[in-house]
């Protein structure tokens, strides 16, 4: 039987991906996004699109009710690091808040079934750089430990209300499955490049004394196309009966320091400025790469793509999306 699905703000870069990807596998979706940076071209033609906030307890349950939804994928949430360090209050508000705001919804309208959109983040400096799910989590900063509560809570509402539930940890993700669902983030590493590349300008290193090979940040990239892979592979889980609640990582299990990252865009792009180094910014720890045995042992889920076919990606979809 085919199941539906609501994203929380599926009208995003990571939500455009895992829409088409939930489609492709037989499944009806729905997008709730209160579009303050949603785009309504990220919402596939045929989908229904409920512009509400998250904060809205009432709409988000109208919503579930109306589309007679299965099960919940939450992405919604505000994910800058070095802003949430700023904002810390917005982003417990916007984070914590509107992820309970979900689970009331959920409650309140009986749908049992969620994948929550968790990150690397959560990890913070950890002693060995490959991290395990099993691991003790240090954020170090308000928007990793707004993602770790969440996971707590859900993990909660798990054990007292029947709810199934993942939460993947996202790592650093890269590319487009086509030109038109580019990233337009400003916060991400290949998008912030080609911008200053394409503009005449030197892209920026936070910070070269790090306690790594070259002294910058080491981070694992993973395609947009794996990540929503990964997010299918979650919900066929849930949709098949999975009860519970688990943790799992979503990466390639190959660390990339930002230098690294920069010389695959200088080869992809023919623009080879050199990188001019700033300061460090706050939150960032110097490395974090995923172990990704977990998810293929439990979802028969691996990433394909490496870090070239993720910037050419990126950079055949850069004239389509610039950076806003």
């Not at 229904?48 to 109208?62: G, H, I, Q, S, Y």
């Not at 959109?117 to 959560?122: Q, V």
């Amino acid at each position: 039987m085919l199941t539906t699905w609501l994203l929380t703000g599926g009208a995003g870069y990571i939500g455009a991906h895992i829409s088409e990807a939930l489609l492709a596998s037989g499944r009806s979706v729905v997008v709730l996004d209160d579009m303050s940076t949603g785009i309504r071209t990220n919402v596939p033609e045929g989908v229904a699109l409920v512009e509400a906030n998250l904060l809205d307890t009432a709409a988000v349950r109208n919503a579930l009710i109306d589309h007679e939804v299965s099960g919940v994928v939450h992405l919604a949430a505000k994910k800058a690091v070095g802003e949430s360090v700023q904002r810390p209050l917005w982003y417990y508000a916007q984070n914590l808040t509107g992820t309970q705001s979900v689970l009331t919804a959920m409650g309140e309208a009986g749908v049992k079934r969620m994948v929550f959109s968790s990150s690397a983040s959560t990890y913070g400096t950890q002693p060995s750089e490959m991290v395990s799910e099993d691991v003790v989590a240090r954020p170090e900063s308000p928007y990793g430990e707004t993602k770790l509560v969440s996971e707590w809570i859900i993990r909660h509402v798990c054990n007292a209300d029947g709810l199934a539930a993942i939460a993947l940890r996202y790592f650093n993700v890269v590319g487009a499955a086509r030109p038109p669902l580019g990233d337009r983030g400003v916060f991400n590493l290949v998008p912030l490049a080609l911008r200053a590349l394409t503009g005449g300008r030197a892209p920026q290193i936070y910070g070269d004394d790090y306690p790594t090979r070259d002294g910058t940040c080491i981070r694992d990239y993973i395609h947009a196309i794996d990540l929503a892979g990964a997010h299918v592979a979650a919900v066929k889980a849930l949709d098949t009966g999975r009860m519970g609640f688990d943790v799992m990582n979503v990466g390639r299990g190959q660390g990339v320091t930002v230098r690294e990252v920069l010389a695959s865009v200088g080869a992809v792009t023919g623009i080879t400025t050199a990188a001019v180094v700033v300061g460090r910014r706050p939150g960032d720890p110097a490395a974090v790469v995923a172990s990704a045995d977990k998810i293929s042992r439990e979802l028969d889920w691996r990433a394909v793509h490496d870090l070239t076919s993720m910037v050419t990606s990126a950079w055949e979809a850069w004239s389509h999306v610039p950076v806003l």
